[in-house]
């Protein structure tokens, strides 16, 4: 069973930074691709950022590329979402999640375990 826990979301002024971090348990955590979504009030979830096995490969939806960075560290189990220069329209419950193995899609669908979220609130 993987349990994928997110930490790090709050309040925070546009301009400002958060860093969030999503820990897994399980041995595997290495052999897989994760990926950081998130969901605004009213809308769909959607993909905001994905990060292969090794950390060599990152994707981001054109809205937070050069904003956002995620980073993994497979020893310790966790990968994160460094967010810069947050805006308003960033506010979302943030989710982290685990590809299905064969997947090679950023989509929902490609996504087996996900974490239970958390807030990111931006004031203007």
């Known amino acids: 069973q993987v349990q994928l826990v997110e930490s790090g979301g709050g309040l925070v002024q546009a301009g400002g930074s958060l860093r969030l971090s999503c820990a897994a348990s399980g041995r595997t955590f290495s052999m897989y691709a994760m990926g950081w979504f998130r969901q605004a009030p009213g809308k769909e979830r959607e993909f905001v950022a994905g990060i292969n096995w090794s950390g060599s490969n990152l994707y981001y939806t054109d809205s937070v590329k050069g904003r956002f960075t995620v980073s993994r560290d497979n020893v310790k189990k966790t990968v994160y979402l460094q967010m810069n220069s947050l805006k308003p329209e960033d506010t979302a419950v943030y989710y982290c999640?685990?590809?299905?193995?064969?997947?090679?899609?950023?989509?929902?669908?490609?996504?087996?375990?996900w974490g239970q979220g958390t807030q990111v609130t931006v004031s203007s």
């Open positions: 999640a685990r590809r299905n193995g064969p997947d090679t899609s950023w989509s929902m669908g490609s996504f087996d375990y």
